[in-house]
Nanobody
């Protein structure tokens, strides 16, 4: 099993920045891709960004050029640097990890964190 713990959420004004972190523990050798999803009130959970163990990335069109996903394999941690935040970015952000046999980008993520709230005020 893999446990994921997010941190770094909070309240920020529009145009500001936040950095989310997610640290994995447990059977980390079993995972490849890690990613960030978000879910706004009344909306479905959506992929924000993903990154393979080798550093290949993918992003939702809505965050391209503003968000950057990165990964420190030595620390078992994935980051999401969010710049130029907009009120529509307000959501609970979830860290996710996919089992090693899933090719990148995975269609399914197997492990999930509990989420961290990001609120962007106008």
């Amino acid at each position: 099993q893999v446990q994921l713990v997010e941190s770094g959420g909070g309240l920020v004004q529009a145009g500001g920045s936040l950095r989310l972190s997610c640290t994995a523990s447990g059977t980390i050798f079993s995972i490849n891709a890690m990613g960030w999803y978000r879910q706004a009130p009344g909306k479905q959970r959506e992929l924000v960004a993903g990154i393979s163990s080798g550093g290949i990335t993918n992003y939702a069109d809505s965050v391209k050029g503003r968000f950057t996903i990165s990964r420190d394999n030595a620390k078992n941690t994935v980051y999401l640097q969010m710049n130029s935040l907009k009120p529509e970015d307000t959501a609970v952000f979830y860290c996710a990890a996919a089992l090693i046999y899933r090719e990148f980008p995975p269609r399914v993520y197997d492990y999930w964190g509990l989420g961290t709230q990001v609120t962007v005020s106008s």
